[in-house]
């Protein structure tokens, strides 16, 4: 069984004039973000099959109804999501069939330049710092600032550090980084403020592929050093 | 078919974008200026959201491999032919083989497009012929056109659009409106210091020179740091306060999250004016209600549909005359 969802209070906003932004809490947090992922499943049915109702974009503690007003009225986007605030508010009925990820990392060294650094910095040692954040059993929170970039939680509070204070301006593909209680994986050479413990082969964004994202929000992964 | 003599400083293929994917950190990308994309098209008989080129600025240069026909649209950029003719914006113009079209800039616009018969015969990713770079989407993985590059139309030797003219005094570009732009308040005003919308719309902004397709910098007074506040979804429009107190416009290209307060929104009616904002341009808003900017926008796209079966209706008249002799 688990465990009941919080029910704090639930704002819907404006988000323009043809959005609405339900807002399910005001930090990073794993149940919230739990019922997060239900609102986004059940408006995600509705979008499918409705005529002016886009897609839902899931982040961290709210939820982005896009619709369309020239064929739905904003009162009734805001019934649909009440419904479905509704139904995703209590525990799930079904059980969790994601499947977990494996992303198999190679840790320190010249794939990951900063964990010496965070192994300092956390007073542990690398070996430990890698056997933390490899222990995690991990959800995808949301997606964003590129395609494909997976913001990870939790990290083990041990490992819990502000981004680094200059970012660098060239992180390579495939680098696992981590800050604050986050990780992720960078899916194209980007400039990137986060510590690079790892590298993973496994790409994060192929737009070769289908589909071209390694992740999607609410999928479960997990580390492994090879 | 055309080439590619000089792309300018930006040029790539858009068309009506790939919304709905905010959820994998996949921005809708597409024309900056969505009517302007729908004039070039409709002038040449493709679809208002098919794939055309999106030219930047002044500076490009494309040549006619085969004789075509091109339907501009968006901004007036000084196009003229290699003899010096100018090719007026809202009109298909012939282009016959080994001529050049100039863009040689303007005073006003930032984005002209330039739509082949049909609608340029590209693939799609992901659902759409956007270019978008950071993700490897659109021709030749994502990248922006270069010399040689060459583009053909899905109906070739269709010429039958020669002529074809926008009726402009029916459905003017919506962004040759003057005033300022409408913003729908909300979601994080909580966030955002005291006396911060207010200041946003008594102030004058000017563009600032580091905008592109992903977003506008304003130059002004600084509204004040907002609280920095868990970051959830954003679209184009969003005008985010970034903790130096100077806004921030998202655009097509944007980031799909973002942990900025959202002062509020541009609406979909003001959105081809923003993608026609060039570096220095000054910048007004105006609190605009939900149902008026939802009436604009309907009002626009009855606009936009009455001028299509104008062209419709002419394209008809034009290929009798033809058949007719003349």
């Known amino acids: 069984m688990a465990e009941p969802a919080p029910r704090g209070p639930v704002r819907i906003e404006r988000f323009g004039e043809a959005a609405l932004l339900v807002v399910l809490g005001d930090r990073v947090d794993a149940a919230v973000n739990d019922r997060v992922r239900r609102l986004t499943a059940r408006l995600g049915v509705r979008a499918a099959h409705m005529a002016g109702l886009g897609a839902p974009v899931p982040a961290y503690a709210s939820v982005l109804l896009p619709f369309d007003p020239l064929v739905l009225e904003e009162a009734a986007v805001r019934d649909m999501i009440a419904v479905a605030l509704d139904a995703a508010g209590g525990p799930s009925m079904t059980a969790d069939r994601t499947g977990i990820i494996s992303v198999p990392v190679r840790y320190g060294g010249p794939d990951g330049p900063d964990l010496a650094e965070v192994a300092a910095r956390t007073g542990r040692s690398e070996a430990d710092v890698v056997r933390l954040h490899a222990a995690v059993e991990y959800r995808v929170f949301c997606m964003g600032f590129v395609p494909g970039f997976p913001y990870l939680g939790l990290v083990p509070k041990e490992l819990a550090l502000p981004r680094r204070a200059t970012p660098r301006l060239h992180v390579p593909a495939g680098s696992v980084a981590i800050a604050e209680r986050q990780t992720g994986i960078y899916p194209a050479d980007t400039p990137g403020g986060w510590h690079l413990i790892g590298r993973t082969d496994l790409p994060a964004w192929d737009p070769r592929r289908e589909p071209p994202a390694l992740l999607e929000p609410g999928a479960r992964v997990r580390f492994v050093p090879v | ?326």
Request: glycine share 14%.
């Open chain 2, 1 to 326: 078919m055309l080439a590619v003599v000089d792309p300018g400083p930006l040029l790539t293929i858009q068309d009506a974008g790939r919304p709905g994917l905010g959820r994998l950190g996949v921005p809708p990308s597409g024309a900056c200026d969505w009517w302007g994309l729908a004039v070039a098209n409709l002038l040449v008989d493709a679809a208002p959201g098919a794939a055309a080129l999106e030219v930047t600025f002044g500076g490009c240069t494309l040549e006619a491999i085969e004789t075509c026909v091109v339907g501009l649209g968006g901004a007036d950029l000084g196009a003229e032919r290699d003899d010096g003719r100018p090719l007026r914006r809202g009109t298909a113009h012939r282009v016959p083989a080994g001529a050049r079209i100039r863009f040689t800039g303007a005073e006003r616009g930032m984005r002209a497009y330039v739509a082949l018969a049909g609608g340029i015969a590209v693939g799609a990713w992901m659902g759409s012929a956007s270019t978008y770079a950071p993700g490897r989407l659109g021709f030749a993985d994502g990248r922006a056109l270069q010399a040689g590059d060459q583009l053909a139309p899905r109906r070739p030797g269709d010429l039958d659009a020669v002529g074809s003219v926008w009726p402009v005094r029916l459905a003017p570009y919506p962004a040759d409106k003057r005033g300022p732009l409408g913003i729908v308040t909300g979601p994080d005003l909580d966030a955002a210091p005291d006396g911060a919308l207010e200041a946003l719309v008594a102030a004058a902004w000017r563009v600032s020179t580091s905008s592109d397709r992903m977003g506008l910098r304003l130059d002004g007074p600084s509204l004040g740091p907002g609280n920095e506040i868990v970051s959830h979804p954003l679209l184009p429009g969003a005008v985010q306060l970034p903790p130096d107190g100077r806004p921030i416009v998202i655009l097509v290209d944007g980031p799909t999250i973002g942990g900025y307060p959202v002062l509020g929104v541009v609406p979909a009616a003001d959105l081809p004016r923003l993608g026609q904002l060039r570096p220095r341009d000054e910048v007004r808003f105006t609190p605009l209600d939900a149902e008026a900017a939802r009436a604009q926008s309907r009002r626009q796209h009855e606009l936009l549909d009455r001028a299509a079966a104008t062209l419709r209706a002419d394209a008809i008249w034009l290929r009798l005359a033809d058949r007719a002799g003349g």
